[in-house]
T-cell receptor, first 109, second 118 residues
Framework: GQQVMQIPQYQHVQEGEDFTTYCNSS?????IQWYKQRPGGHPVFLIQ?????EVKKQKRLTFQFGEAKKNSSLHITATQTTDVGTYFC?????????FGAGTRLTVKP | GAGVSQSPRYKVTKRGQDVALRCDPI?????LYWYRQALGQGPEFLTY????????KSGLPNDRFSAERPEGSISTLTIQRTEQRDSAMYRC????????????????FGNGTRLTVT
């Protein structure tokens, strides 16, 4: 079935540095969702992208959906310690959303 | 209103025992999902309901796992004859509307039930 792959698995940055995580699918996605899970917490919805080439921003976070709708990225500008957590992308399966393995971000103050 | 509520928060059981995990979704949410999340991994789909109807149970690992949502609200995931490999975080999520072709309602996750089988 459809799977989404995320890279990198881990990313450790100094506070103030930028961070990017990538999500790739072997099949075209009708849409893609991004979630953030804080340590010890549960996944929390961030955003959904639907259109080819779509770019959405949430403060320091920029989300992109590829032209072919097979990949997506999340970029965080000037990371802060509050950005710590695991970021998941999720693409639609037959009846569910299929999650990637996530990128775990740690930020050194 | 309140978010998705799951109970118990932690469950330790002995191998061979049955367990029942409960999920109380956000009021008015049509769809309810059960996921399992291993440490360091993303949520893995188990099963899905629209109202009281189980739409898809293809993710349930084997016939020891079952789920119900008899009145279209609270759901129970039951694991019979638990095995150590069943140990994981079990998460419930609900969404306002059923999954569509292009737009999907966000999934709202509960805090999960951490199941440990000894």
């Amino acid at each position: 079935g459809q799977q989404v792959m995320q890279i990198p698995q881990y990313q450790h940055v100094q506070e103030g540095e930028d961070f990017t995580t990538y999500c790739n699918s072997s099949t075209t996605l009708s849409n893609i969702q991004w979630y953030k899970q804080r340590p010890g917490g549960h996944p929390v919805f961030l955003i959904q992208l639907v259109k080819s080439g779509e770019v959405k921003k949430q403060k320091r976070l920029t989300f992109q959906f590829g032209e072919a709708k097979k990949n997506s990225s999340l970029h965080i500008t000037a990371t802060q310690t509050t950005d710590v957590g695991t970021y998941f992308c999720a693409g639609p399966g037959v009846n569910d959303m299929r999650f990637g393995a996530g990128t775990r971000l740690t930020v050194k103050p | 209103g309140a978010g998705v509520s799951q109970s118990p928060r932690y469950k330790v059981t002995k191998r061979g025992q049955d367990v029942a995990l409960r999920c109380d979704p956000i009021s008015g949410h049509v769809s309810l999902y059960w996921y399992r999340q291993a440490l360091g991994q993303g949520p893995e789909f188990l099963t899905y309901f629209n109202y009281e109807a189980q739409q898809d149970k293809s993710g349930l690992p084997n016939d020891r796992f079952s789920a119900e949502r008899p009145e279209g609200s609270i759901s129970t995931l039951t694991i019979q004859r638990t095995e150590q490999r069943d140990s994981a975080m079990y998460r419930c999520a609900s969404s306002l509307t059923p999954r569509g072709l292009s737009n999907n309602s966000p999934l709202h996750f509960g805090n999960g039930t951490r199941l440990t089988v000894t």
